[in-house]
């Protein structure tokens, strides 16, 4: 093969593109999951005040 050159990237080239790769993945796993998140984020709705008993609601355990 003389007279003909091959193209091939250099290492500094690859590194780069694999570090911008793994970063487009990442970026794009980051925004669906808080896309998601978003999504299904139920927002607890105003109770009515609750009138306060004399007794504690929490008991102590009885089985052991």
Do not use: C, F, Y
């Not at 590194?15 to 980051?30: D, E, F, K, N, P």
């Amino acid at each position: 093969m003389q007279g003909k050159k091959e193209a091939l990237m250099s290492l500094t080239m690859t590194i780069v593109m694999l570090i911008s790769g793994w970063l487009a993945v990442a970026a794009a796993m980051l925004w669906g999951v808080l896309r998601i998140t978003r999504r299904h984020h139920h927002h607890p709705a105003p109770s009515a005040p609750v009138a306060k008993n004399d007794q504690p609601t929490a008991r102590p355990a009885t089985a052991h």
